[in-house]
């Protein structure tokens, strides 16, 4: 069965203090790795698509790395803006549905 | 290009009522997923349609279903409603491929009393 877990569950950062959120998954051959960012109330908004171990892909102050087990969303001198729920999800070879994790919450703090 | 919309957005319904809510997904997307998420459980798959076939089905019970149309518009009902079935339901639509990127509409808040 697919699985994933993030870590931590909740992060509070001060502004301009880098870190990094964590995605372990166990997948019987991945077709896919997805990360969202998704406000109070609201849908999951798309952030990257990772496909392979060594893949990376930016946007503005976010970068997000694959490995073969496990996938990093760093975060680089955050802002208050930054503040949110950030959500992995992993897809599987076969007709299989996409699984979450149960999120990190990110609370940046002036 | 528009995104994906979803109506109502926002629901309060008694128990032992029904409901349907109705999704709309990007322009040319043909794949459309449906997920319950509550503050315990996290985002639950419920659903995933492709042109007009349910391609999977989660875990939840037969009061829960779906249907998907000929333009790729896609609905879900839930019958004989429950406390427990207070949540964020959100539709999520992607172009074809199961592998591709699924993009979420803002979701119904549906609240059972």
């Known amino acids: 069965e697919d699985q994933v877990t993030q870590s931590p569950e909740a992060l509070r950062l001060q502004e301009g203090e880098s870190s990094s959120l964590n995605c372990s998954y166990t997948?019987?051959?991945?077709?896919?790795l997805f990360w969202y960012r998704q406000d109070p109330g609201k849908g999951p908004e798309f952030l990257f698509t990772l496909y392979s171990a060594g893949e990376e892909k930016e946007k503005e102050r976010l970068k997000a790395t694959l490995t073969k087990k496990e996938s990093f969303l760093h975060i680089t001198a955050p802002k208050p803006e930054d503040s949110a729920t950030y959500l992995c999800a992993v897809r599987s070879s076969g007709n299989t549905p996409l699984v979450f994790g149960k999120g990190t919450r990110l609370s940046v703090i002036a | 290009k528009a995104g994906v919309t979803q109506t109502p957005r926002y629901l309060i319904k008694t128990r032992g009522q029904q409901v349907t809510l109705s999704c709309s997904p990007i322009?040319?997307?043909?794949?459309v997923s449906w997920y319950q998420q509550t503050p315990g459980q996290g985002l639950q798959f419920l659903f995933e349609?492709?042109?007009?076939?349910?391609?999977n089905k989660g875990n939840f019970p037969g009061r829960f279903s779906g249907r998907q149309f000929s333009n790729s518009r896609s609905e879900m009902n839930v019958s004989t409603l429950e406390l427990g079935d207070s949540a964020l339901y959100l539709c999520?639509?992607?172009?074809?491929?199961?592998?591709?990127?699924?993009?979420f509409g803002p979701g119904t808040r549906l609240l059972v009393l």
């Open positions: 322009s040319g997307h043909r794949s």
């Open positions: 349609y492709f042109s007009e076939t349910q391609r």
């Open positions: 997948v019987s051959g991945l077709r896919g």
């Open positions: 999520a639509s992607s172009l074809w491929d199961i592998a591709e990127t699924q993009y």
